[in-house]
T-cell receptor, first 114, second 113 residues
Framework: KQEVTQIPAALSVPEGENLVLNCSFT??????LQWFRQDPGKGLTSLLL?????REQTSGRLNASLDKSSGRSTLYIAASQPGDSATYLC?????????????FGQGTTLQVKP | GAGVSQSPSNKVTEKGKDVELRCDPI?????LYWYRQSLGQGLEFLIY????????KSGLPSDRFSAERTGGSVSTLTIQRTQQEDSAVYLC???????????FGPGTRLTVT
């Protein structure tokens, strides 16, 4: 069964700290992996998309890495700010058939304290 | 430009009634997806449309759920004879093509009483 797991479920850090969010998936045959953030009561905002042929993607203070062989991705957030407080979701499109569906992890809820 | 829009933002309905949820994807996006987010189940895939191809309906939880996409643009998700377990936030997403990143709408919060 294709599954995506995110650990930890919740994380609290002081402002300014660098942090890493983890995502693991059960099947190394993935097509791509996407990181999202979700603010309470809101939809999902796309942060980064990594194709299966890529090792990492960067956007501002965010860096996402992908290691297919070990079934892992990490989202690195540099110099965290209170505005980074949100739930971060990892989603994988597995390379099976013609579907574009994403399988989501349960998310990591991040709190950055001023 | 305009993002994915969904309507209504909130819907309260009585058990047994039918509901229709609407999604307007980003203009020019050929792929459209419906997901459901509930407290116990997280985010679950429901259905995927790509151009004129047959949709991937593998995530629809029962035959009470159906969706259509007219003219390759607007999509409607219909839930017949709603049950309390249908209460959730229904999210729509679109992408330029299947291989590209998905952009999500704000969702419709459905409450079945």
């Amino acid at each position: 069964k294709q599954e995506v797991t995110q650990i930890p479920a919740a994380l609290s850090v002081p402002e300014g700290e660098n942090l890493v969010l983890n995502c693991s998936f059960t099947d190394s045959a993935i097509y791509n992996l996407q990181w999202f953030r979700q603010d309470p009561g809101k939809g999902l905002t796309s942060l980064l998309l990594i194709q299966s042929s890529q090792r990492e993607q960067t956007s501002g203070r965010l860096n996402a890495s992908l290691d297919k062989s070990s079934g892992r991705s990490t989202l690195y957030i540099a110099a965290s700010q209170p505005g980074d407080s949100a739930t971060y979701l990892c989603a994988v499109r597995f390379d099976s058939g013609n579907t574009g569906k994403l399988i989501f992890g349960q998310g990591t809820t991040l709190q950055v304290k001023p | 430009g305009a993002g994915v829009s969904q309507s209504p933002s909130n819907k309260v309905t009585e058990k047994g009634k039918d509901v229709e949820l609407r999604c307007d994807p980003i203009s020019g996006h050929t792929a459209l997806y419906w997901y459901r987010q509930s407290l116990g189940q997280g985010l679950e895939f429901l259905i995927y449309f790509q151009g004129n191809s047959a949709p991937d309906k593998s995530g629809l939880p029962s035959d009470r759920f159906s969706a259509e996409r007219t003219g390759g643009s607007v999509s409607t998700l219909t839930i017949q004879r709603t049950q309390q377990e249908d209460s959730a936030v229904y999210l729509c997403a679109s992408s330029l093509v299947r291989e590209r990143e998905q952009y999500f709408g704000p969702g419709t919060r459905l409450t079945v009483t």
